[in-house]
């Protein structure tokens, strides 16, 4: 199938959009339960729950930043930093929350691209430090695996990943490529050589590819719903969150179903009010709710309650 790729300049275009005007398979339970102010915050692009506190989240810049990770409260308000020891910030996309073997680990994908132009793109797997009350860490952040890898059909930008949490396989899923792509990556593979993401499908209810030609007409919601800026795996890995600029498809998996046929059923879309550029997100303790937020701060703190 063919794909288009849109050049970068087309980012600027997404400030102020929202989710007015949902249909109604879309809701729009939401609300604004804080507000990231912090100027070392500016480029929030991923965040994941602190699995020792609840109402405390991670979170981190994209884009050629100081290698740092984040400890906000569920006002926005920042609580602590470190820097990843050994880790650049070449451009950090997303961040994922998962265990192994009973240990709390976030996970960091080097996978920003604007141009298509790294060979290669990174998972960093680094050791989650408890926090207190006070969101407030002691341990200093240390990255204790690194997943170097290409994608099966050349460089793209991909600034969501998720984790199955049985942390046996990544989902990465690609941004400027129309329609997007889901890459499936086996992380059980522990040889230090580089790895490769096959492509696993295109998700379902997103929107379809439009004609080359159609170029000069495309209005801009529809790059603002193909742009896949964030996504989030539940904790019991029976929904996925791929985010967009403009909403939140909400994909659900049978018991035992491969995330392949879960991704070929139409999501359910989710409004989240007026954020001007979001690409951040990820389920609260117990997957009842799903965090929202993005760049240029001052930015909200979005809560989106999932119905049961």
Not at 86 to 111: C, K
Not at 123 to 151: M, Q, W
Not at 261 to 287: H, M, V, W, Y
């Amino acid at each position: 199938m063919r794909h288009v790729r849109v050049l970068l300049f087309a980012s600027v275009l997404f400030v102020g959009f929202s989710c007015d005007g949902l249909t109604e398979r879309e809701s729009c339970s939401y609300r604004q339960i804080g507000t990231v102010r912090q100027s070392c915050l500016h480029e929030l692009s991923g965040i994941a729950p602190v699995n020792s506190a609840r109402k405390f989240f991670w979170a981190l810049n994209d884009d050629d930043n100081p290698n740092s990770l984040f400890v906000i409260d569920s006002t926005g308000k920042r609580c602590d930093r470190d820097s990843v020891t050994g880790v650049p910030d070449r451009d950090w996309e997303d961040l994922a929350a998962v265990r192994i073997n009973d240990t709390p680990y976030l996970v960091i994908s080097e996978t920003g691209d604007n141009f298509a132009c790294h060979k290669n793109s990174f998972l960093y797997f680094v050791t989650e430090s408890p926090c207190d009350s006070n969101g407030r860490f002691d341990a200093h952040l240390k990255c204790t695996r690194k997943i170097t890898f290409r994608y099966e059909d050349g460089p793209h930008d991909v600034e969501a990943l998720a984790i199955v949490p049985s942390a046996d396989t990544a989902l990465l899923f690609s941004k400027r490529l129309f329609p997007p792509v889901a890459y499936e990556m086996d992380l059980r593979n522990t040889d230090t050589s580089v790895q490769i993401a096959h492509r696993l499908c295109i998700p379902a209810g997103i929107h379809p590819e439009l004609p080359l030609d159609s170029w000069g007409y495309w209005p801009l919601q529809i790059l603002a719903d193909n742009w896949i800026t964030g996504a989030a795996m539940s904790s019991d890995g029976t929904m996925l969150a791929l985010l967009t600029y403009r909403r939140i498809y909400l994909y659900k998996r049978e018991s035992g179903e491969p995330w392949r046929d879960a991704l070929q059923r139409n999501p359910q879309r989710l409004g989240f009010g007026k954020l001007s550029q979001a690409e951040a997100i990820c389920f609260t303790k117990g997957n009842s709710s799903l965090i929202v937020s993005g760049e240029n701060t001052p930015t909200p703190l979005m809560e989106i309650s999932l119905a049961k």
